[in-house]
Each structure stands twice: as structure tokens, then as C-alpha cells.
């Protein structure tokens, strides 16, 4: 029986989110990937609402976060998902291009469980995404509820 673990993209930059799928993909990742362009869409994701109203019920296995974001940004969106009982124990990795020590501590406060600065290189941004959708989503033994068993 494989499991599956599926990984939230919450990223406003189309840039950035090509080139993400492009270094998962690579990685040969079989995981799902489901992009939320803004941080009403990655809630309206999390609490099955909108166009999502109908996905499986399972929480994604890791969810990469962008900080800055139109509509609700990533740290609201981060309070949220750490004060829910049925979403905080989703892993959660931002990954932005903020350096401010105030982003990386409130990061931290609300239960972030990676902070990654985005890399301004694009080998160095595909081997980071690698390594993180590596991790995350293939090696890290994620929380019940958090995958589909086929």
C-alpha cells in the first residue's frame, strides 16, 4: 500500500510557483500539488470551502508557505492553521524572501516548522525546493490525517 502525501503551495509569485513544480517535479516527486495564489484561497483549501468544498478530506502532508501574500498574508494564515485543533499538526515550512528578524521570530511563535529564505540563484532555488519537497513530503513521517493510502 503506498501513501501519499499531498503539498500545499501557498505562493502569489507565478514565477515562483513554476519554478517550484519544476524542482518538484524533477525530484521525480509523485505528490499531488495544489497551489493556492493567495491566503484566502490556501484557507478556503484547509477548511474545504469555495472550489474546495469537495476535495478529500486530508490535510496536506507539508504546507509551503509564502509570508507575503495578497488577501490574508502567510503569518495570519499560520495563526489560523496553529490554533486549530484539526490543522496544527500540519508541517508547515515558510519559505520567502523576507529576511526580517520580525517575520523568522512571529514565524517561529505561531509553530512554524522551517523558515527558508528563498535563494536569489535559480540552481541554488531548485536544490532548495529539492531538498524541501524531499524532506517534507517523502522522508518526514507526517501526522494521521495528513495522507491517502491507495
Do not use: C
Amino acid at each position: 500500500m503506498d501513501v501519499l502525501g499531498r503539498i500545499l503551495l501557498v505562493e502569489d509569485d507565478p514565477k515562483d510557483v513554476e519554478l517550484t513544480l519544476n524542482a518538484l517535479d524533477e525530484y521525480n516527486l509523485a505528490n499531488e500539488v495544489v497551489v493556492a495564489i493567495d491566503g484566502e484561497q490556501a484557507l478556503d483549501y484547509l477548511y474545504y470551502r469555495g472550489k474546495f468544498t469537495q476535495r478529500a478530506r486530508v490535510n496536506p502532508a507539508v504546507l509551503l508557505l509564502d509570508l507575503k501574500l495578497p488577501k490574508i498574508d502567510g503569518l495570519e494564515i499560520l495563526r489560523q492553521i496553529k490554533s486549530d485543533e484539526k490543522l496544527k499538526m500540519i508541517p508547515v515550512v515558510v519559505l520567502t524572501s523576507s529576511r526580517e528578524e520580525k517575520d523568522v521570530v512571529d514565524s517561529y511563535k505561531l509553530g512554524v516548522n522551517a523558515y527558508v529564505v528563498k535563494p536569489v540563484d535559480f540552481h541554488e532555488f531548485v536544490n532548495a525546493i529539492k531538498e524541501l519537497g524531499g524532506f517534507w513530503a517523502v522522508i518526514n513521517e507526517p501526522p494521521a490525517g495528513s495522507v491517502r493510502k491507495h
